[in-house]
């Protein structure tokens, strides 16, 4: 494979984005999403060329691209800021910490099963470094099946590989809100912290190190 997006990612895309262009609004956006994405998860062959190609060291999708987590591969990002389509490869067993978003967001799994649990803030955010938060929901998305969140307080969840194979999922995420960073939970705790993509944390440390060296 090159390091050209293929046929099917891009159409898929070009649909996403005509669709998209027409409505802001963050419901309206996961149903038309939700309408285009099983045409790929059904996709298996693509997936295993796009693995293939990245075990081989080609040159899609971009390892070197920025992302806020580890196992996440961007896939294509509109021109017009309206939507990405990410990768997510899942070892067993692993599962993201729980988090919030900056946009409305489509999931499901290409192979293997998602799970999902979604959560529900119950305080009033006015505690910093405060949240309690309730689980409202557990969901387990089988190969084209699709489940969604949405920005901030609306969308708290944490999604990962409930079996013991590796797995593939995709996501789409709407146009993201300026904020720069997500918010963590830690439940056990009843704590929200901020969880910034690694090369602005590196940024950050830089400047905040400068200060030991005047
Ligand atoms: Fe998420």
């Known amino acids: 494979m090159s390091s050209q997006v293929p046929l099917e ?12 262009s027409w409505t802001t609004e963050n419901e309206s956006c ?3 999403v939700r309408d285009e994405l099983p045409i790929l998860l059904f996709n298996k062959p693509l997936f295993a060329e796009i693995l293939h190609s990245l075990v081989e060291g080609g040159g899609y999708p971009d390892l070197g691209h920025s992302t806020m987590f580890d196992n996440e591969l961007l ?22 910490v ?23 803030r119950e305080d009033d955010g006015s505690r910093e470094e405060y949240a309690c938060l309730i689980e409202t929901e557990e969901l387990r998305c089988l190969p084209g099946q699709t489940t969604f969140t949405l920005p901030l307080n609306q969308g708290i969840h944490k999604i990962g590989n409930p079996t013991q194979e590796s797995m593939v999922s995709l ?4 146009k993201p809100l300026d904020r ?3 918010n963590g939970f830690d439940i056990d705790n009843d704590r929200i912290y ?8 590196k940024k950050m440390l830089a400047f905040q190190a400068l200060a030991g060296l005047k």
């Open 30 to 32: 996961v149903e038309l």
């Open 98 to 120: 729980i988090h919030d978003h900056n946009s409305w967001g489509v999931i499901g799994p290409v192979s293997g099963v998602l799970g999902v649990f979604n959560y529900k």
């Open 75 to 96: 896939l294509h990002a509109d021109s017009s800021r309206l939507f990405t389509l990410r990768m997510f490869l899942w070892g067993p067993g692993e599962y993201t």
């Open 9 to 20: 990612i891009a159409s898929f895309c070009k649909r996403c984005s005509d669709a998209l």
């Open 171 to 174: 996501s789409v995420y709407g």
């Open 180 to 182: 720069g960073y997500i």
């Open 194 to 201: 901020k969880i910034f993509p690694p090369k602005s944390k």
